[in-house]
């Protein structure tokens, strides 16, 4: 099955006449990933280093786009029962007792408008998709 929603996904997102890769985020990425972050305010909220590590340790998502080799973007997402400090993060935790968190999506400007945004989100969605279906067996 788990077959079955990666081929849904490629079938529902990808655009195959552009050749991206999403990949986990490892350690070696965070200074890129910071980099672009920082390219992108004021649309999404300055971040230090530490705090990307921070991110790397506790996000349940955190997806990088490569285009010929090069990070354009990301998405970082938490779900619930994270003991994050952010205001908006609080308030989605005292209003809901189940949610999918996006901390920040960046694509980097030249690579906008290209659909890579809603691909990082459709992803994340077959990824819940995918691990409540797992726990329901």
Known sequence: NTHLW???FQLWCVDLSIRYELL???HKDINFILELNQDALPAVGT???EKMEYFLDIADYFKLVKFNNIIIGFLIALYQNKDYKSINYK???RKYSSFIYIDRVVIALEYQNNGLGKTLYSHL???KIKQIE???K
């Open 47 to 49: 971040v230090t280093l």
């Open 134 to 136: 797992l726990h329901a």
């Open 6 to 8: 990666d081929f849904l």
């Open 24 to 26: 986990r985020v490892k």
């Open 91 to 93: 308030l989605f935790k």
């Open 125 to 127: 969605c077959f990824q």
